[in-house]
């Protein structure tokens, strides 16, 4: 695998990881939609194996976003709050607004505490 392709699916998984948080679902949720098993979720995730197509073709629909914002790290996305829902979609956000909603998002994805001190 090439280092863009490796960066890409990194981008994708923390995308996922994040939409995941922000709607109170569990990794687990992913295996029907997916069609995969447990243990190929989480090598998923961990980016440990690369992403197909079609598999971030089902979590854009599954989340109702675009392709795209899977690609992009969750630009243009403000989490939404149902199962599975688009609710906090939108449509052709600035890139200012793009970068506040990646980032609000993969906030709510890192868990607390585990990072060094910074001084």
Do not use: C, Q
């Not at 440990?48 to 992009?72: C, Q």
Request: no cysteine; net charge positive.
């Amino acid at each position: 695998m090439t280092h863009a392709a490796e960066d890409t699916d990194l981008v994708i998984s923390g995308a996922v990881r994040a939409l995941l948080a922000a709607r109170g679902l569990a990794a687990d949720d992913l295996r029907p939609v997916l069609g995969v098993s447990r243990g190929a979720v989480f090598t998923k995730l961990n980016s440990s194996s690369p992403w197909k197509a079609r598999e971030v073709a089902a979590l854009a629909e599954f989340f109702d976003v675009s392709v795209g914002a899977l690609y992009d790290g969750l630009g243009g996305i403000v989490t939404g709050t149902g199962r599975g829902s688009g609710a906090g979609r939108r449509k052709n956000p600035s890139p200012a607004n793009r970068r506040g909603a990646a980032v609000s998002a993969a906030h709510e994805a890192r868990p607390e505490g585990l990072e060094p001190p910074t001084f």
